[in-house]
Structures are given as C-alpha cells and as structure tokens.
C-alpha cells in the first residue's frame, strides 16, 4: 500500500509578545497550551504550541514570540492564512466573543459553499472560522468560557498565496497525493482523501501579488503529517526524484521533521505523528511547565532569566 500524507500536522507562525501571543490564543481562541519549549536554534525564544487536549497532528499552531522582530507584511510566496473548522451554527457566538474582546472581524462571502469569520490575532496573522460542508466530529478542546457547541475543531485549511500556482499544484498532487476539487477564480481548493478533517490546501494565484516579508504577523511554514519514520523517508525519497532540495531528517523531540521550499517559495514541513507531545509530559500537565530540548537542560537557569515570564 502506498504510503500517505495525512494532510496538515502543524502549521507555524511568528509573534512579537509572547504574553499577547498566549493570552489571545488560550483566552480568546480558546486553544490549549500544549507545549511551552525554546526555539531550536534560538534558546531564548519561546516556542508554543496551540492545540486540542492531545495536540493532535491536525490542531496545532505554533509560535515563535521573537521580541522586537518588526512587523511582517503577507503576500506571494507564503502561507497567507490559516482556517478553523467550527461547529454549525456558531458564528454569531463566535461573532459576540469578538466584539467583547475587541476582535475586529468580518463576515467572508462563501467559498465552496462555505460560510466563514476572518479576523487577525494580536500581530495581524490572518486567520478565519468555516462551518465545514461536511461535519467535523473532532472533540475540541474547552474552556470555561469556549465550550464544545463553538470550540474550534483544528485546522480546516490554510492558503498558500502565489505568483502562479502550477508548480507548486504538482508538488501537492505528483508527491503529496493531493487532487484539484473545485476552482473559484484565481483560488483553487485542492484536498487529500486520506484524512477526513485538515486536509485541504488552498492555492490563490497572484500574478501581481507583491512578495511577503516574513516577521511578526506572518506564517512561518506549514508542515504535512505522516504517519512515522519509515513513510516520511519514502517522502523524501520522493522530493528529491522530483529535483528539489530536503534536509536529512530532524528530531525535534515531539516528531521527525522534514524541510524544503516548494518551487512557489513557501518552506513545506514533513512531520511524524510519532513520539507525540506526552513523551515529557502526562496528558493532563501539557504545556503547564518549561520543556527544553535536551542539548539546553544545562542552561536552564540562565534561558529561564532571559524568557519573558508568561501570566
């Protein structure tokens, strides 16, 4: 049986305040902490992680809080904005919420027949709510004011804007096993039947779309799930007959990653969902404490001086 891309695993993004960053998505969003760990090659960078009760490949939006970063502008050659899937019905709770927190919002025209909310976090990272076509039986996660009739579900899609789209389509249909569902003008939804939920990529065709700049506000990468070690090697295999460049394979603790751009400029990931964010962590304590990559335990004291003490 041919190995699978499982649709989205994570997609990352950059912050500039890191109590901003948490207050907006736990608070306000409603989304669990999963994970609180350092950046990888910036210890004294917070990393988050955002997600349902397990961190669930599929759930998780990531955060690099860099201080004082400067303000990042989307356009070609990134992912432009990131989709929530949200119970019918739950739009005009979604739509109170807003308001009382001062979410400046508004209303999208559908798009295949889907009715959504666009709205920005706190660093104007572009994020929407869609009531899918097909239910999503996802349990989110709850809080005491976000409960399970409105909760977000995961992800729904995220859309990679672009000069021009033909490339970047056979990367996700010739490697990724992706299909072209249905096109509206220049937006063309294609999607993964191996997954029934966050498995759907949204290519918007710019010719004269002006680049990115990637700082605060703007999405990092998006990484695609794979079931473990083995399937994503096959993955990588793959990427490199196709003549682009990948990395060897990176443990970042909580999975195996993979990285390389895609010809239309936006850094794809290829994660496993194995050893998963429990293995430093019981369940029910995720993202309660400092987790650091083990290379940084030694300088734990001086990293923990330099974070900013999230409230």
């Excluded at 049986?1 to 695993?9: A, P, S, T, W, Y």
């Excluded at 210890?43 to 599929?58: A, K, L, S």
């Excluded at 969902?273 to 004291?301: C, H, I, M, W």
Aim: hydrophobic fraction near 35%.
């Amino acid at each position: 049986m041919e190995k699978q891309i499982l649709g989205l695993h994570h997609i990352t993004a950059i912050a500039a305040d890191a109590q901003k960053n948490y207050d907006f998505y736990t608070k306000v969003l409603g989304l669990r902490m999963v994970k609180k760990t350092v950046n990888f090659d910036d210890p004294g960078t917070y990393h988050f992680y955002y997600g349902n009760e397990h961190g669930t490949p599929g759930t998780i939006l990531t955060f690099f809080p860099w201080k004082n970063i400067g303000q990042g502008k989307s356009g070609t050659g990134m992912a432009t904005e990131i989709a929530y899937a949200v119970p019918s019905g739950s739009l005009d709770a979604w739509k109170e919420r807003f308001s009382r927190h001062n979410v400046a919002f508004s209303e999208t025209a559908p798009r295949f027949g889907e009715t959504g909310l666009s709205f920005s976090d706190p660093d104007g990272l572009q994020l929407q709510l869609v009531v899918p076509a097909a239910e999503d039986a996802r349990i989110p996660w709850e809080t005491a004011e976000v409960k399970a009739d409105m909760a977000t579900k995961g992800f729904h899609s995220t859309t990679l804007s672009l000069k021009q789209i033909d490339a970047t389509a056979k990367v996700l249909t010739d490697i990724f096993g992706y299909r072209l569902q249905s096109q509206e003008g220049n937006r063309y939804r294609f999607v993964t039947d191996a997954v029934a939920n966050a498995g759907i990529i949204d290519l918007l065709e710019l010719p004269d779309g002006a680049p990115g700049k990637q700082a605060a506000g703007t999405n990092h990468h998006v990484a695609f799930r794979v079931a473990n070690n083995a399937d994503q090697m096959e993955y990588r295999d793959k990427v490199l007959a196709s003549g682009l460049q990948i990395t060897p394979q990176i443990d970042r603790d909580y999975f195996y990653s993979l990285y390389f751009r895609e010809p239309g400029g936006v850094l794809f990931e290829i994660a496993t969902d194995n050893p998963g964010f429990t293995v430093d962590e019981p369940l029910d304590q995720l993202g309660s404490s400092l987790k650091l990559p083990k290379q940084y335990e030694q300088y734990r004291a001086a990293i923990e001086r330099e974070l900013p003490v999230i409230k």
